[in-house]
Every structure is written in structure tokens, then in C-alpha cells.
Nanobody, 118 residues
Framework: VQLVESGGGLVQPGGSLRLSCLAS????????MNWYRQAPGKERERVAR????????VYADSVKGRFTISSDSAKNMVFLQMSDLKPEDTAVYYC????????????WGQGTQVTVSS
């Protein structure tokens, strides 16, 4: 199993970015797919989650109404559309697969940097 994020970069406040995560080697129906972020000096926090079984989503309060998580199980892809970005959104963003069964492992990607600055 391998998770590879892409799409990070430098964007001005108010701008948009779309992050992608290619999840190779796992069955989406067995996992919830998550986006986490970690800013310098801060703990890693979950930003958004999408159920691989139902497609239901959960968002952190700080990103509700601005970020949208989606997935394409046929392509093993997870996306995070980020709009109205703020400097406080600056962080390394990680894709994470959390299994529904304790028989399976949790997987993390290597992260992609998002910097919001003028």
C-alpha cells in the first residue's frame, strides 16, 4: 500500500488549491480516507474524512464551508478542494487511510506543503 499526495504549493490568501492522494494497493470500502495537516510547532489535526463505505464526510470546524473532500474509488483517488485559503491553513497536508477492521493497518502519505501567503 502506498499513499502519494500532490497538488500543494504557494497560494495567496483567498485563493484555492486542490490536493490529490493516490492510494495504491488498498480497497476503499475497507477504509475511511482522511486529510490531516500539521503546522510548524502544532499538533497534527484531522481536516476532513470521507467514508469508503457510505461516502459520508466530516470536517474540522476551522475548514467547514471552505474545504471539500471527495473520492473516486475507481481510480483510488482522494481529493481535497480548498477554497478561500487563509494564512492559518499553511501546513503540511497528509493523506491517511484508517481501516474499519483491526486486522488492517493505518497508512500515511509523505505529505505535501501548502503555504498561504501574500
Amino acid at each position: 500500500v502506498q499513499l502519494v499526495e500532490s497538488g500543494g504549493g504557494l497560494v495567496q490568501p483567498g485563493g484555492s488549491l486542490r490536493l490529490s492522494c493516490l492510494a495504491s494497493g488498498l480497497a476503499f470500502s475497507s477504509y475511511a480516507m482522511n486529510w490531516y495537516r500539521q503546522a510548524p510547532g502544532k499538533e497534527r489535526e484531522r481536516v476532513a474524512r470521507v467514508s469508503g463505505r457510505t461516502g459520508s464526510t466530516v470536517y474540522a470546524d476551522s475548514v467547514k464551508g471552505r474545504f471539500t473532500i471527495s473520492s473516486d474509488s475507481a481510480k483510488n483517488m482522494v481529493f481535497l478542494q480548498m477554497s478561500d485559503l487563509k494564512p492559518e491553513d499553511t501546513a503540511v497536508y497528509y493523506c491517511m487511510a484508517s481501516p474499519y477492521s483491526s486486522d488492517l493497518l493505518t497508512y500515511w502519505g509523505q505529505g505535501t506543503q501548502v503555504t498561504v501567503s501574500s
